[in-house]
T-cell receptor, first 116, second 111 residues
Framework: GAVVSQHPSWVICKSGTSVKIECRSL??????MFWYRQFPKQSLMLMAT?????????EQGVEKDKFLINHASLTLSTLTVTSAHPEDSSFYIC????????????FGPGTRLLVL | QKEVEQDPGPLSVPEGAIVSLNCTYS??????FMWYRQYSRKGPELLMY????GNKEDGRFTAQVDKSSKYISLFIRDSQPSDSATYLC???????????FGGGTRVLVKP
């Protein structure tokens, strides 16, 4: 149980385009989903917390207009990187927290983004 | 000073040895403690989740929490090459709070 999927697993795009990444909890409902960014050989950096039906809460230094987050249902959250630039190239990972289990998070497999 | 400190390694051990990992933390409000395993270019996988001080065992994995010393450990018995990965400790204060991660320890188990 507690499976989280992400799509796509990797994406290459041209500078200036927008990229949407989906995060789904497959076998449980998640009122809260999180979006992380990870650079090579570094730990996860929390970008934002997404609650179903409400606006996301962004961490300090994360541009909300650049990283649009939508959490329309209890099983789906999306991250859209708008007008992507090479410095946005990174590994993006989502996680989901069960409705009943606030103390644990289950992570998706990650999406590797390369902006040319 | 970081809230959670974790030696980055790499920690290299021969196959079959015990892997010993640990994290120290400064925030006494942390209540729940987790260990995640992350393979290269993959998302973290939850291995162990503990609440109270003491030991918790699951197969080859044993997690220890010492809240008085603000110190947590993960032991992997009979290590296998497939255990080669980065191990992240994480902790949380309570409901509605976010996870705080250690920096991760890279483990190499050599055949």
């Amino acid at each position: 149980g507690a499976v989280v999927s992400q799509h796509p697993s990797w994406v290459i795009c041209k500078s200036g385009t927008s990229v949407k990444i989906e995060c789904r909890s497959l076998d449980f409902q998640a009122t809260t989903m999180f979006w992380y960014r990870q650079f090579p050989k570094q730990s996860l950096m929390l970008m934002a917390t997404s609650n179903e039906g409400s606006k996301a809460t962004y961490e300090q230094g994360v541009e909300k207009d650049k990283f649009l987050i939508n959490h329309a249902s209890l099983t789906l959250s999306t991250l859209t990187v708008t007008s992507a630039h090479p410095e946005d190239s990174s590994f993006y990972i989502c996680s989901a927290r069960e409705v009943q289990g606030w103390e644990t998070q289950y992570f998706g497999p990650g999406t590797r983004l390369l902006v040319l | 000073q970081k809230e959670v400190e974790q030696d980055p390694g790499p920690l290299s051990v021969p196959e079959g040895a015990i892997v010993s990992l640990n994290c120290t933390y400064s925030n006494s409000a942390f209540q729940y403690f987790m260990w995640y395993r992350q393979y290269s270019r993959k998302g973290p996988e939850l291995l162990m989740y503990t609440y109270s001080s003491g030991n918790k065992e699951d197969g080859r994995f044993t997690a220890q929490v010492d809240k008085s010393s603000k110190y947590i450990s993960l032991f992997i018995r009979d290590s296998q090459p497939s255990d080669s990965a980065t191990y992240l400790c994480a902790m949380i204060e309570g409901a509605g709070n976010k996870l705080t991660f250690g920096g991760g320890t890279r483990v190499l188990v050599k055949p």
